[in-house]
RNA sequence: GCGUUCGUAGCUCAGUUGGAUAGAGCGACGGACUUCGAAUCCGUAGGUCGCAGGUUCGAAUCCUGCCGGACGCACCA
């Protein structure tokens, strides 16, 4: 695909520099501007000839048509050329094109797609780090799926990954649930009290809330029990540990459920003390100074940033000091060309101090630091406030989407069919909420009306599915029909539909797709061409027979190119963590 | 006030390095199941790309200003 374009850009060129003659200066292959018509009649590739008109003292309709006489002229093109008012467009040899397209795919299998852009680089993804003091809500999920799913497009981009995750296990919020515990819980475990752990832990959160705008006291207690933790009382030390393994544990379900997985993970407890002794050397080598009242700083007001706090009087850390901690022990883990921070939009101005304080401190890869900031998830109301109960919790989120799948694989009545129910219902919310989350741009905030969001028809993960399942169908059937094929062979020269030209065209641009997507760290790149590939396919079978030919040849080249499409569906879900389904 | 970011159809979103008549889905209306699965397909209606300048042969896209929203500018994380 794109060797055919490159092709097409140095013949143009040459031929632009034949019109040229001897005046001016040659024009370079890279000043050629090539793009995709707006309409696939119209071409595969087009050249405007605007930029040339003043070089060649010509009007672009009148460059284009000699640009073609010219190309003729040189001969022995791969495909047609026309000139159409100011452009020139060119169309590519379909069969040449398409065997190539499809023979790769079906011999690549999985591993089609893939790239070696960023060979040899290795890539840490930050994402989800959660607070141990309440279960996973949507805001987590848009999280989790954009690190999961930039994890995986880096990769198949060739890059070594490792994902990570940041558990904060520490502070006032994490005391307030273990005091409203200890007030409250009477000795209650999650599995006595039937909920799941993260939960149960949650649960005592939203309790101290309700507490605390009772009795102003509370709010002091939590204070005094983060003193005694920070001491290493025995009996806080114990209370913390039991209610965070429950948290954690209760956490990692979701993750286990939503297809999310870590290779290394980082807790805050195990790190801000490492950040508060690199806070001390900054002061030896007077990077941070230090306030007459104890306080440590750093001075960033030369940048246009402010004067931040970076140990309290008391010699307390702030969340800044624990992340140069964290990002220091990660650097010597695992020795990375390149940080990636998930993180919401929100959080902007802290990376850019982080960064800014780490490059202070003279570690050259803090050059390498990146903030992958994404909007905010809100509600129709706006803002999902945990005060107000409008927090859309990430269990309840897939329960809910799971049973409408059930529903409607019912309503269907392809129960029998399906086979296992339950599974199948899981894949279609699964792939209902990641293709929903990653179809939106990272950087913009995004509405989600609980009611009406998330569908299983139009644009939607399911309908992506159902390609798939439809394709898969498909190769069922001619499993069925037992070697009907016989001696048929792939054609790609009786690919003469307009929606197949553009099917290999569409399984041909996967590996650009996936390039493109890792080189701006977008999923929603993928999404949009998921849809597209689906739509065309569906558009496609619709009104052509793949299995039900005169000719056994068209059969069996409808059907490599069926194949062909169901592997770019396939290896595309797989980056966006949409399930491939044979059956739903 | 300063900074970051967003503003495209009734709603939710695409829109490639600036390029041909700005596209989808939902919703509305009208069609298509005897033929590989209708979670589908086809059609109709729906737009001052927030506003105003500028750069350019050409601007939804780049620049400036303004308007509107979100977020940030904590010894919270």
Redesign the pocket.
Known sequence: MNDAAREWIALVCKALNGLRGESGAPIEAAEI??????KPE??DL?F?M??Y??RLRKA?GLIAESLVAELERIGGLPGKVSP????V?VRYLVGSVARSVVEEALALGPRYGRTDRLAGERVMVEFSSP?TNKPLHLGHLRNDILGESVSRILKANGADVCKTDLI?D????ICKSMLAYERFGGGRSPESAGVKSDHFVGDFYVKFNEWAKEDPSAEEAAREMLRRWEAGDGQVRSLWRRMNDWAIKGIEETYRRTGISFDRIYF?SETYEAGREEVLKGIASRVFSR?P?G?VWVDLTDV?L?RK?LL???G????VT?DIGTAIARRRDYPFDRLIYVVA??????FKVLFNILSRLGFPWAENLHHL?Y??VNL?E??MKSREGTVVDADDLLDELEGM?AA??RA?G?EE?VGDLAA?SRA?ALGALNYYLL???P?????F?PK??I??????G??LQ?MG??IS??MR?LDELRSPLGEAEFRPELLAAGDEWELVKLVGALPDVVARAGDELNP??VA?YL?TLA?TF??Y????????NDDPHLTATRVALAKAVGTALRNAFELVGIPFLE??
């Open positions: 501007v090539a793009e995709v018509p707006p119209l071409g087009a405007p605007f930029p008109a003043k672009p159409a008012g100011p452009y467009n607070n904060n520490r502070g006032i919020h805050e306030d009242d306080s246009g402010d706090v309290r009087k008391d307390t850390t702030v969340y624990q939009s929100e959080q902007h101005y802290h900031s909007g905010m129709p706006g803002k799948a409607e694989i269907k392809r069919e199948t279609i179809q939106v741009s950087s913009k905030d995004m509405v009306d009406e969001s569908s299983f028809v139009g644009n939607t399911p309908y159902y399942t439809r169908s498909i059937k929603s790149l949009g849809f739509s569906s558009r079978y619709h009104d052509t027979p793949v299995l039900h059956r739903m």
